[in-house]
């Protein structure tokens, strides 16, 4: 297990999966280092059928993240076009969902968009998150490319992937470019930001403060989007914390997928001033944080 994600794999008692003889790569998963339960996996040209039995106390974020985990790793391994998943439990069916899984009859169907492997896969961490914008030339944005000018729509994806609302790569980036002017030559407007995720029904709270005022709301919050100026301008970057409680920033430093410190020493080393912003989404801190 890498420091990026909290999951792992190893090899399990293929009993567990007696009732599917055709599946393979059968294996137990666990999340923060208690075991999940065990996935299977079988094949069909373009298609990966995934069997997931979780053990019935483990909560929707351990089977989103362990979810997550398994269709990371199989987009790199076998390069799909889709993800099927025939029969699920309705925990199961809510972390299918945060990982773009979709009904389609009886069946949870996940695509995977044709952008994916139009980038390299170093862009992507083991749970799918963009770690790399500076490998992104290829993908536009606006009048320019992603490695330019897309932190801000690269920030607003990583966030809705870890609130558990994951959208398709291209169908963000054109949604938030369109909210802008001038083709993004300034790159994303904090005016574009907030309409994306008012569309999306997120109210995000901007706070603007000193480095040590925003490094103590980074880490009272679970998750968020900082907004702040280092060496090449300005740069926004989403971050999550971690089940240890240290705080995890994604694409703050390209191709880093272990970018965790604690937030007054990022802003310490990582910015030119000494005042930034920070979007986030928990309403509890319009209580606990003086304006």
Not at 47 to 73: G, M, P, Q
Not at 94 to 123: I, S
Not at 138 to 154: E, L, N, Q, R
């Amino acid at each position: 297990m890498t420091m990026a994600t909290c999951v792992r794999i190893e090899a399990c008692n293929a009993a567990v999966f007696e009732d599917k003889p055709h599946f393979n790569d059968i294996k137990s998963m666990y999340y923060k280092e208690e075991e999940c339960g065990g996935y299977a996996v079988a094949r069909s040209g373009d298609t990966i059928y995934l069997h997931f039995v979780f053990a019935k106390d483990r909560d929707e974020e351990a089977r989103s993240h362990c979810i997550a985990y398994i269709v990371n790793r199989m987009i790199v391994r076998y390069r799909p076009k889709q993800f099927i998943v025939t029969k699920a439990d309705p925990k199961t069916i809510q972390a299918l969902y945060a990982n773009l899984f979709f009904d389609k009859g009886k069946n949870y169907v996940r695509p995977v968009e044709k952008m994916r492997y139009v980038l390299v896969d170093r862009v992507f961490d083991e749970e799918g998150y963009i770690v790399d914008q500076g490998a992104m030339r290829v993908m536009p944005f606006g009048w320019f490319d992603t490695a330019a000018k897309g932190c801000g729509w690269i920030a607003a994806y990583n966030f809705m992937k870890a609130f558990g609302q994951e959208a398709f790569m291209q169908e963000t980036a054109t949604e938030i470019a369109s909210y802008s002017s001038f083709g993004n030559v300034m790159g994303v407007s904090i005016f574009a930001l907030l309409k994306y995720f008012k569309k999306h029904g997120i109210a995000m709270h901007m706070y603007t403060g000193s480095n040590e005022r925003i490094a103590k709301i980074i880490q009272d919050s679970t998750m968020g989007i900082l907004l702040y100026v280092h060496t090449d301008g300005a740069h926004y970057c989403a971050y999550e914390k971690r089940p240890d409680g240290r705080i995890r920033f994604l694409n703050a430093g390209y191709g880093r997928r272990n970018d965790i410190m604690d937030p007054a020493r990022f802003l310490r080393q990582r910015t030119v001033l000494q005042c930034c912003k920070v979007f986030v989404v928990e309403e509890k801190h319009r209580n606990n944080i003086a304006i």
